[in-house]
């Protein structure tokens, strides 16, 4: 059972919402859930639902409310008579509120041992569980009872956090942010000293000190009063030139802190709870290793996700953020020897000159590991093909967390740990189209716009290279592009553009299928796109049941294949999208070259670089 006070009150059972209505039964409840199982008086209930003039049937009332309560929450639920009151037991629920002041205990005791990350990752989840204003659905009188200590507790968590920023050199990272909540709070003397310390250390002096001014008139004009100790010690430390970050504070201002991220992808698109799945994942404090997985077709986006992810967390990890490629340019897994050595390098190992191949793989292994050992690193693995090539990368420290890409699911990593990424909406389609090719074109021919967005089937490489090729050929109408998608035949070759090409993309997926299973894609491509059994399966590979179950379960493993449900009998249907679909109609399994390596002439140096932007 979840309770939720901080925004709407409500009540989830098993994940699904219970109806609960009118604001006096979510008074009722918010009222028992903030007591902490202590007894709420009848006299303070009627008080938060009627104010000081409570009706003569107010017992009756609460009564009823009650009922109703206990019948709504069920038996996971015990709403108990206890003279003066009642209260609620529900043993094993979750309370955001309860869960809030938690994490905001264990954030401040890691503020007060300066150890920043921790306490930024603590805060930062611990704020996380506000939806907006607390207590929203409630009567005014308990508003006006609990709101205010509830919003004082959010806004001392959210300075708190604020100040594991600044320690950790995050001070361009939160300008803004403090310049609003400046602007809102303008007698709060800490948030204007942390403006004033992030304009300084952003190299902005005359601002920090227009900042100490403005909030001067401000306490004298509101409040008539001076500045105090913080407002007044962060401006001579302006004037005196002492607000710089010093030791491991600056850990993100270090040369010998290795970010080997790549550019994120401008264009990127929607996966907004995807992408907040990760990012609250990596902010998490823990001891345990942190492992993630993207996994999903070739092109869906893999490799934007991550890295947009690992770019939004990197304050998290202030010892770095290591990327690593883990196949070759064709599809071809890279030597793990040839990997270690890289990101040794970046770590700073020094007498790792010359060919990687010359070093001893177990040592390597150990120095990674030694390098590691108590870091707070994120390490990014792109395009895993398993579980063996990722374990000699696994870092030694438990405060390090691992992102992984990958078309295959991971036995290393938990299933609640897993993001499969699934084709873009309509919508997300659409405006991933329109980012490249521009609104307005789109939107003067919007019957072509939605043919587009078909064609690619909500695949962001395929999006991608329409709407480059649209970017590029600007006096070209969006019909004329759609038309040369219509024809099945000829719709993967359009879908090439310089580096990015979908043919391409898929081709490691088929080299790594197992032996038989090119012509069993083949044989399937002529079911369509609508889900089918391993039953149905059979019959056009003429193969048993069991089998056909065994050749459709390699193509989920290589990423050729989704599962997409259950059949009424409790059995897996499988789905194909439709691209692979027809690049599995065009794939001549006696033609050796159609599992052959990448022609140069097809794709560049850069291929690599350009495609995982999109997947």
């Known amino acids: 059972m979840d309770f939720r006070i901080l925004g709407p009150v409500e009540a989830r059972r ?59 929450l069920g038996d996971e639920v015990e709403i108990v008579r206890r003279q003066p009151g009642y209260v609620l037991r529900a043993p094993g629920a979750r309370i955001d509120v309860v869960e809030f002041e938690r994490l905001d205990r264990l954030g401040r005791e890691a503020l007060r041992e300066r150890r920043h990350a921790d306490a930024q990752a603590l805060l930062t989840e611990a704020l996380g569980w506000w939806r907006g204003p607390a207590l929203s659905n409630v009567t ?96 001579q430390a302006v004037l005196g030139g002492e607000l710089g970050l010093r030791g491991a504070g600056a850990a993100r201002g270090r040369s010998d802190v290795p970010t080997m991220l ?19 994942r990596l902010a998490a404090g823990t001891n345990r290793p942190r492992r993630l997985l993207v996994t999903g077709m070739a092109g869906v986006g893999k490799t934007a996700l991550a890295v947009r992810a690992a770019e939004e967390s990197s ?32 770590l700073g190992e020094p007498g790792l000159e010359g060919n990687s191949r010359a070093f001893d793989r177990d040592e390597l292994v150990r120095l990674y590991r030694a390098r590691t050992s108590g870091k707070r690193l994120l390490v990014v693995l792109d395009d895993a093909v398993g579980d063996l090539q990722v374990a000699p990368l696994l870092p030694a420290s438990p405060q390090a967390a691992v992102l992984i890409t990958s078309r295959a699911r991971l036995a290393r990593v938990a299933g609640a740990d897993t993001v499969a990424l699934a084709p873009l909406d309509d919508g997300e389609s659409l405006a991933m189209l329109a980012a490249a090719a521009g609104e307005e074109r789109l ?21 991608a290279v329409v709407g480059a090729r649209l970017a590029a050929r600007p006096s070209w109408p969006a019909r004329r592009f759609a038309d ?33 299973a090119p012509q069993a894609l083949r044989a ?61 109609a065009s794939l001549d399994p006696a033609d050796p070259a159609a599992f052959g390596p990448v022609s140069p002439a097809r794709r560049s140096p850069a291929a690599h670089d350009s495609a995982t932007a999109v997947g």
């Not at 699904?16 to 006299?43: C, E, N, P, Y």
């Not at 056909?548 to 449900?565: C, I, M, P």
């Not at 059949?567 to 692979?580: A, I, K, N, S, T």
Request: with cysteine.
């Open 140 to 235: 005014e009188f308990l508003l006006e009872a609990e709101l205010p200590q509830l919003e004082e507790a959010r806004m001392l968590a959210l300075e708190n956090r604020i100040e594991a920023d600044l320690a950790l050199g995050m001070h361009e990272q939160v300008t803004a942010e403090l310049t609003g909540l400046v602007a809102e709070h303008p007698v709060r003397e800490r948030l204007r000293a942390q403006l004033m310390t992030a304009l300084y250390r952003c190299g902005r002096q005359a601002d920090a000190l227009q900042t100490y001014y403005e909030g001067r008139k401000v306490l004298v004009d509101q409040l008539g009063v001076d500045p105090g100790e913080v407002l007044g010690a962060t401006y």
């Open 524 to 584: 399937l491509s002529g079911a369509g796109t609508e889900p089918f059994s391993a039953r149905d399966a059979s019959a056009r590979l003429a193969v048993s049941e069991d089998e056909a179950e065994r050749v459709l379960e390699s193509l989920v493993d290589t990423a050729l294949l989704d599962l997409s449900g259950l059949d009424p009998q409790g059995l897996p249907l499988y789905r194909c999208h439709e691209l692979v679909l027809l690049y599995a």
């Open 315 to 346: 304050g998290h990890f202030p010892d770095g953020q290591l990327f690593a490629e883990l196949c070759d340019q064709d599809g071809t897994p890279k030597d793990a020897g040839e990997v270690l050595v890289r990101l040794l390098r970046a």
């Open 484 to 516: 040369r998608l219509a024809d099945p035949a000829e719709r993967l070759a359009e879908l090439s553009f310089g580096d990015l090409d979908v043919r391409a993309a898929l081709l490691p997926s088929v080299r790594r299928m197992a032996a038989g």
């Open 262 to 280: 790549p550019a994120a992808d401008c264009g990127f698109v929607g996966r907004a709870a995807e992408l907040s799945l990760l990012t609250s």
């Open 14 to 72: 098993d994940g699904d919402w219970i109806a609960l209505s009118g604001s006096k039964v979510h008074t009722v409840l918010a009222a028992m859930l903030l007591a902490h199982g202590r007894v709420v008086s009848d006299s303070r209930l009627g008080a938060l639902l009627w104010g000081w003039d409570p009706p003569v049937t107010a017992s009756a009332q609460i009564y009823t409310y009650m009922s109703r309560l206990r019948k709504l």
């Open 443 to 463: 939107r003067d021919d919007p019957d072509s716009a939605d043919d587009l967005v078909a064609y690619c089937g909500g695949l962001p490489l395929a999006l």
